[in-house]
């Protein structure tokens, strides 16, 4: 990037998402872009609407990012939403502590 342009969501497209796309389905030849996960910052052109739309038309699942937080690593959004997505309503703590370690431990290969 040339230190007069700004990234847009255009340049987002074009120059980042799509040559990313190209090469998930030139590696992934058989199932392309199905079970991708994206997990991208609030930044302005992630938030665009043209963004979002290319990513959804590309078959992109798209991981919400909360806000920043020092407790968090950015590894753990994905668990996080992992166990938001796949975790029932527990009566108790004890049940709770219990799913989520089911949970965790019966994660699919497939979902890394």
Do not use: M
């Amino acid at each position: 990037v040339d230190n007069d342009e700004t990234i847009d969501h255009d340049y987002c497209i074009e120059n980042c998402l799509k040559p990313v796309v190209k090469e998930i389905r030139k590696q992934r030849k058989s199932n392309g872009t199905k079970g991708i996960k994206l997990l991208h910052d609030n930044a302005s052109p992630h938030r665009h609407s043209d963004v979002i739309n290319y990513l959804t038309e590309e078959g992109i699942n798209i991981i919400p990012h909360p806000p920043y937080s020092s407790d968090l690593a950015l590894c753990d959004y994905w668990l996080n939403y992992y166990i938001k997505q796949n975790l029932t309503d527990q009566p108790d703590e004890k049940s709770l502590a219990r799913a989520v370690s089911k949970l965790i431990k019966n994660i699919p290969e497939e979902e890394f």
